[in-house]
């Protein structure tokens, strides 16, 4: 079956660093996204992933490992307004119809 | 960059009656746009691929006469609740296909059934 599994809550501090793991398995492989969702409004674009390696794009960093089934986004320097969920999707087609992760809530702290 | 845009933000409504909701693609052609539901502190859930011109493809489980998808244009695409009950007060959320396989999303639209 198709199973995307990433924690359902971290916390972490101002100004640290927080890696938040997802792990999928799905019968195909065509590109991992990771979008952040404030609660009650709709998911932003975070990063896209096809090839391993690691992708960073100011503080946010997404790494992908596709013989592990593996994926991590790296938020450093974090900020007050970072406090959201942050979702794992995998196109397992090719039509981008996404399989989506349950979401990891990010609570940050003072 | 690309914009989708999606309305009513909200919307109240009786049971019984219909619910239309619009999602464009304001400054590009979107051949595939999508249609999620999203139940409070859960995932979004895939309900059903637009595409421009012809019938939609639904998910397992989702009614399709009960949620109407129509996609006239490359630039729009709009779900019908129809005879809306309580249990279908969600938030529905569409998204459109743009330049480098990105996924663009509109703003999303809370649908409360009294």
């Known amino acids: 079956g198709q199973n995307i599994d990433q924690p359902t809550e971290m916390t972490a501090t101002e100004g640290a660093i927080v890696q938040i793991n997802c792990t999928y398995q799905?019968?195909?492989?065509?590109?991992l996204f990771w979008y952040q969702q404030h609660a009650g409004e709709a998911p932003t674009f975070l990063s896209y992933?096809?090839l391993d390696g690691l992708e960073e794009k100011g503080r946010f960093s997404s790494f992908l490992s596709r013989s592990k089934g593996y994926s991590y986004l790296l938020l450093k320097e974090l900020q007050m307004k970072d406090s959201a969920s942050y979702l794992c999707?995998?196109?397992?087609?090719?039509?981008?119809?996404?399989?989506w992760g349950a979401g990891t809530k990010l609570i940050i702290k003072p | 960059g690309a914009v989708v845009s999606q309305h009513p933000s909200w919307v109240i409504c009786k049971s019984g009656t219909s619910v239309k909701i619009e999602c464009r693609s304001l400054?590009?052609?979107?051949?595939?746009m999508f249609w999620y539901r999203q139940f409070p502190k859960q995932s979004l859930m895939l309900m059903a691929t637009?595409?421009?011109?012809?019938?939609?493809?639904?998910e397992q489980g989702v009614e399709k006469d009960k949620f109407l998808i129509n996609h006239a244009s490359l630039t729009l695409s709009t779900l019908t609740v129809t005879s809306a009950h309580p249990e279908d007060s969600s938030f529905y959320i569409c998204?459109?296909?743009?330049?480098?396989?990105?996924?663009?999303f509109g703003s999303g639209t809370q649908l409360s059934v009294l």
């Open positions: 799905t019968s195909g492989f065509n590109g």
């Open positions: 637009s595409n421009e011109g012809s019938k939609a493809t639904y």
């Open positions: 999707a995998v196109n397992g087609r090719s039509n981008y119809q996404l399989i």
């Open positions: 400054d590009f052609q979107a051949t595939t």
């Open positions: 998204s459109a296909k743009g330049k480098n396989e990105k996924l663009f």
């Open positions: 992933n096809v």
